[in-house]
């Protein structure tokens, strides 16, 4: 599975941005994806994932505000992102696998990722 993560850019505090993942090579139908982020300095982090069977989870800090999407014709998952903060700037990495968790060992394929900066 090949991702292609898009959508990221600058905005300002409590601001919102959609990150988009492109999939190809295989349906994501039989996937769980999900998104990371790091920012400068620190680990990867979790932020989404939604399951094969449609079951999503988030990362409690974004709970409320960040929706996690996808569409198997298109081959594509997004990242609905609102309220967004200066402390979630990062590199936003969409990934793919066929566990599901918050660990990114639970995860086979990743994009290259997509800058958010959030200014305040």
């Known amino acids: 599975v090949q991702l292609q993560a898009s959508g990221g850019g600058l905005v300002q505090a409590g601001g919102s941005l959609r990150l988009s993942c492109a999939a190809s090579g295989r349906t994501i139908g039989g996937y769980s994806m999900g998104w990371f982020r790091q920012a400068p300095g620190k680990e990867r982090e979790f932020v989404a994932a939604?399951?094969?069977?449609?079951?999503?989870s988030y990362t409690d800090s974004v709970k409320g505000r960040f929706t996690i999407s996808r569409d198997i014709v298109k081959n594509t998952v997004w990242l609905q992102m609102n309220s967004l903060k200066p402390e979630e700037t990062a590199v936003y990495y969409c990934t793919a696998g066929l566990r599901f968790g918050a660990s990114s060992n639970e995860y086979d394929y990743w994009g290259q990722g997509t800058q958010v900066t959030v200014s305040s």
């Open positions: 939604i399951k094969w069977s449609g079951d999503t």
